[in-house]
């Protein structure tokens, strides 16, 4: 899944659902710093509401890769030398956020059915 941070949520997602020809799941989410909005297509591309304004243009916020087991994945960056960044839990949801040189990459445990809209 990659994951796209906009500056204006609802323009992004009229504009990426008519150029994908596609809808998106609108959520909300409370951070420590207030609500993050977000969507979500079916086929997993992710748009990220900045909390600031950002560049004029979308940028690639992350990408994230799904795993059997969040602690396993810990466990083996750990071998190579790196920590989560922040970590993240919401239901079945698990996700560890890694910076590595510049990235954003993100391993994400969900216990549930991937959902396919």
Not at 16 to 45: C, M, Q
Not at 57 to 78: G, I, N, Q
Request: net charge negative; hydrophobic share 40%.
């Amino acid at each position: 899944m990659v994951c796209i941070a906009v500056n204006e949520l609802d323009e992004a997602v009229q504009f990426y659902g008519r150029l994908l020809d596609t809808r998106f799941e609108i959520r909300e989410t409370p951070i420590k710093e207030g609500v993050v909005r977000w969507g979500i297509a079916p086929f997993g591309l992710e748009l990220l509401e900045r909390p600031v304004k950002g560049p004029e243009s979308d940028t690639v916020r992350s990408f994230h890769l799904r795993v059997p087991d969040v602690e396993r994945a810990r466990e083996e960056m750990k071998s190579k030398g790196f920590n989560p960044f922040e970590q993240f839990t919401a239901g079945q949801l698990r996700e560890l956020v890694y910076h590595i040189r510049g990235l954003r990459i993100i391993f994400v445990d969900h216990k549930g059915e991937a959902r396919q809209d």
